[in-house]
Protein backbone atom coordinates (compact mmCIF):
# COMPACT_ATOMS: atom_id res chain seq x y z
CA UNK A 1 0.00 0.00 0.00
CA UNK A 2 0.77 3.50 -0.66
CA UNK A 3 0.93 6.58 1.11
CA UNK A 4 0.70 9.97 1.17
CA UNK A 5 0.46 12.23 3.73
CA UNK A 6 0.60 16.08 3.77
CA UNK A 7 1.48 18.62 6.56
CA UNK A 8 1.74 22.39 7.07
CA UNK A 9 -1.29 23.98 6.61
CA UNK A 10 -2.94 26.17 9.29
CA UNK A 11 -4.20 29.70 9.98
CA UNK A 12 -2.03 32.73 8.93
CA UNK A 13 -2.45 35.86 8.49
CA UNK A 14 -2.28 37.62 4.73
CA UNK A 15 1.41 38.51 3.94
CA UNK A 16 2.48 35.61 6.09
CA UNK A 17 4.07 32.38 4.86
CA UNK A 18 3.34 28.61 5.27
CA UNK A 19 5.37 25.21 4.54
CA UNK A 20 3.59 22.62 3.17
CA UNK A 21 5.05 19.03 3.16
CA UNK A 22 4.01 15.66 1.31
CA UNK A 23 5.67 12.73 2.07
CA UNK A 24 4.60 9.14 0.31
CA UNK A 25 5.36 5.84 2.16
CA UNK A 26 5.25 2.39 1.08
CA UNK A 27 6.04 0.02 -1.01
CA UNK A 28 7.36 2.87 -3.52
CA UNK A 29 9.66 1.98 -6.47
CA UNK A 30 10.16 5.16 -8.20
CA UNK A 31 8.42 8.73 -7.98
CA UNK A 32 8.11 10.45 -11.55
CA UNK A 33 6.63 14.12 -11.58
CA UNK A 34 4.52 15.09 -8.44
CA UNK A 35 2.20 17.96 -7.92
CA UNK A 36 0.08 20.25 -5.44
CA UNK A 37 -3.49 21.32 -6.33
CA UNK A 38 -5.73 23.11 -3.90
CA UNK A 39 -10.29 23.34 -3.82
CA UNK A 40 -11.79 26.42 -2.18
CA UNK A 41 -14.96 26.11 -1.39
CA UNK A 42 -17.43 25.78 -4.05
CA UNK A 43 -15.02 25.80 -6.71
CA UNK A 44 -12.56 23.05 -8.71
CA UNK A 45 -10.26 21.20 -8.04
CA UNK A 46 -6.97 23.06 -9.67
CA UNK A 47 -3.34 23.10 -10.19
CA UNK A 48 -0.91 25.41 -8.53
CA UNK A 49 2.70 23.75 -9.03
CA UNK A 50 3.85 20.47 -10.62
CA UNK A 51 7.62 19.13 -10.49
CA UNK A 52 9.02 16.77 -12.90
CA UNK A 53 11.28 13.85 -12.42
CA UNK A 54 13.98 16.24 -13.93
CA UNK A 55 12.98 19.17 -11.68
CA UNK A 56 11.44 21.34 -14.14
CA UNK A 57 8.76 23.24 -12.80
CA UNK A 58 5.42 24.75 -13.72
CA UNK A 59 3.25 27.13 -11.81
CA UNK A 60 -0.30 28.73 -11.84
CA UNK A 61 -0.39 32.40 -12.87
CA UNK A 62 -1.82 33.18 -9.72
CA UNK A 63 1.28 31.76 -7.33
CA UNK A 64 3.86 32.80 -9.53
CA UNK A 65 6.56 34.46 -7.49
CA UNK A 66 5.37 33.60 -4.22
CA UNK A 67 5.04 29.93 -3.94
CA UNK A 68 7.82 27.21 -4.81
CA UNK A 69 7.92 23.92 -5.50
CA UNK A 70 10.64 21.83 -4.65
CA UNK A 71 11.71 17.73 -3.89
CA UNK A 72 14.11 15.43 -1.92
CA UNK A 73 14.20 12.06 -3.52
CA UNK A 74 15.47 10.89 -0.77
CA UNK A 75 13.02 11.62 1.41
CA UNK A 76 10.04 10.69 -0.97
CA UNK A 77 8.69 14.25 -0.22
CA UNK A 78 7.83 17.40 -2.19
CA UNK A 79 7.01 20.96 -0.38
CA UNK A 80 5.52 23.78 -1.40
CA UNK A 81 6.96 27.50 0.02
CA UNK A 82 4.35 29.59 0.28
CA UNK A 83 4.60 33.15 0.73
CA UNK A 84 2.61 36.12 0.76
CA UNK A 85 -0.04 34.55 1.01
CA UNK A 86 -3.87 36.12 -0.23
CA UNK A 87 -7.05 35.33 1.32
CA UNK A 88 -7.97 34.15 -2.49
CA UNK A 89 -5.13 30.89 -1.44
CA UNK A 90 -7.41 29.50 1.42
CA UNK A 91 -8.29 26.18 0.18
CA UNK A 92 -7.63 22.52 1.23
CA UNK A 93 -3.99 21.87 -0.84
CA UNK A 94 -3.92 18.14 -2.14
CA UNK A 95 -0.34 17.01 -3.34
CA UNK A 96 -0.21 14.25 -6.15
CA UNK A 97 2.67 11.90 -7.33
CA UNK A 98 3.00 9.35 -10.06
CA UNK A 99 4.79 6.39 -8.71
CA UNK A 100 5.61 3.01 -9.48
CA UNK A 101 5.73 0.48 -6.85
CA UNK A 102 7.53 -1.95 -8.78
CA UNK A 103 9.90 -2.39 -11.49
CA UNK A 104 9.01 -2.37 -15.06
CA UNK A 105 5.28 -1.89 -13.34
CA UNK A 106 2.90 1.34 -14.57
CA UNK A 107 2.90 4.26 -13.13
CA UNK A 108 0.02 5.50 -11.26
CA UNK A 109 -1.31 8.83 -9.71
CA UNK A 110 -1.96 8.51 -5.85
CA UNK A 111 -3.29 11.42 -3.90
CA UNK A 112 -2.64 12.80 -0.28
CA UNK A 113 -5.81 13.52 1.99
CA UNK A 114 -5.30 17.58 1.84
CA UNK A 115 -4.56 19.83 4.21
CA UNK A 116 -6.39 22.96 4.83
CA UNK A 117 -4.70 26.35 4.22
CA UNK A 118 -6.76 29.61 5.72
CA UNK A 119 -5.36 32.86 4.98
CA UNK A 120 -7.59 35.68 7.07
CA UNK A 121 -6.31 38.26 9.65
Known amino acids: QVQLVESGGGLVQPGGSLRLSCVAS????????MGWYRQAPGKQREVVEG???????NYADSVKGRFTISRDNAKNTVYLQMNSLKREDTAVYYC???????????????WGQGTQVTVSS
Open 96 to 110: NKRMSTRRGGPFDVY
Open 26 to 33: GSIFSINA
Open 51 to 57: ITGGANT
